[in-house]
């Protein structure tokens, strides 16, 4: 049997994650949900944590964990986050965030030359070092003397291994961005590292980019791009601005993963939206894109597929929600994308 953990989360999280599971359901493959609908915003206000871990026992026991959206400005202590997406990524060590982008309609796309508009890559993001190490303080804080610091790491095994892990997602080439001509020992040894892995693909192009100008490539010529590699905080840009060239942030979809072990945590890339909770406006398709991707690696590749094919289909006939141009609340969406299943 088949589990997979579910936790809706905050805003618009519960709308959609209930869309992406309605669709595996209608595919039939027996897959079985624990639903951890405490984890939330909510629990962390009245109990100052949202994740026990009798619930992360739970989710480590998955075989995977489809996540809706962790955050709400009702708690603006990073804290929240951090006990939960952040202890997830790391103490699974889901070092590898995949976040592939393709313009599902040309109507979406909010680039004025039609000739420009093909996109379908994905970010390789790696997921457990760089800005987001948590290695850093502040001196004097609160005062006009204070000094911040925050510490990008990266380590050779850290980067060699998602290296590694862009190379094996690539058929056509791999693009590495950093930014070496400005952080020099980082910078260093990323470039150190690709120059060694990239010689194992004879076979796939592979190039560089600093990050400025990779940021104006993906909007100047997107349709160049199959895969890159980058490390945490350009990968998190990079992504949603690759994003909103695919058609916008309610489509895309995310895959947090280690290979090695097979864990996985999948996850729209958007936040939980509160200004749009409870309208129905909310956009269900990041949601049924990143729970194909969980079935990808659960090994239904085929039911993946259908899935990605009803999502295109319900977009073309625009039976989807406004900001895709149609008029269709998240419930109907889904069911849209559930129809076109059958
Ligand atoms: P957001 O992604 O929630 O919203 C940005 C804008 O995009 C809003 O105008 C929203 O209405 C729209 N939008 C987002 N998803 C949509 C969808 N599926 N359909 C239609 N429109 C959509 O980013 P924001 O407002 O900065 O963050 C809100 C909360 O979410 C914050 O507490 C933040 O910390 C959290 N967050 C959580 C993330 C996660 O769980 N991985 C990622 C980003 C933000
Ligand atoms: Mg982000």
Request: aromatic share 4%.
């Amino acid at each position: 049997m088949t589990t997979v953990a579910v936790v809706p989360g905050d805003g618009i999280g519960p709308e959609v994650v209930a869309e992406a599971v309605a669709a595996v359901d209608e595919l039939g493959l027996g897959i079985d949900f624990d639903v951890l609908d405490g984890i939330n915003a909510r629990t962390y206000r009245e109990r100052g944590a949202a994740m026990t871990d009798a619930d992360f026992d739970r989710v480590r026991a998955a075989d995977g964990v489809l996540v809706g959206a962790i955050g709400h400005p009702s708690v603006p202590d990073p804290a929240y986050g951090r006990g939960v997406l952040l202890r997830m990524r790391f103490e699974l060590d889901l070092y590898a965030n995949y976040r592939p982008v393709r313009l599902l309609h040309d109507r979406l796309s909010p680039l004025r030359d039609p000739t420009r508009r093909g996109i379908d890559c994905a970010i390789v993001r790696e997921n457990t070092e760089g800005l987001y190490a948590g290695i850093g303080g502040a001196l004097r804080p609160g005062t006009d003397a204070e000094v911040a610091v925050d510490t990008e790491v990266s380590t050779h095994s850290g980067v060699t291994r998602v290296l590694r892990f862009a190379l094996s997602a690539a058929t056509r080439s791999v693009c590495m961005v950093d930014k070496a001509n400005a952080v020099e020992s980082g910078g260093g040894l990323w470039q150190r590292c690709w120059d060694r892995e990239r010689r194992t693909r004879p076979d796939l192009e592979t190039r560089h980019l600093y990050v400025d100008v990779a940021a104006m490539r993906l909007v100047r010529d997107p349709d160049s791009f199959d895969v890159i590699v980058t490390n945490n905080s350009y990968g998190d840009i990079l992504s949603d601005l690759a994003a909103e060239v695919g058609g916008g942030l309610g489509c895309a979809a995310s895959a947090n993963l280690n290979p090695e072990t097979g864990a996985g945590l999948y996850e729209p890339v958007h936040g939980s939206a509160p200004d749009i909770a409870g309208t129905g406006l909310a956009n269900p398709v990041g949601a049924v894109l990143s729970a194909a991707l969980l079935l990808d690696r659960l090994g239904h590749a085929g039911p993946a597929r259908s899935l990605r094919a009803a999502v295109r289909e319900t977009v073309e006939a625009a039976r989807c929600t406004p900001d895709l141009g149609g008029d269709l609340d998240t419930r109907a969406a889904g069911a849209a994308i559930r129809a076109a299943c059958r």
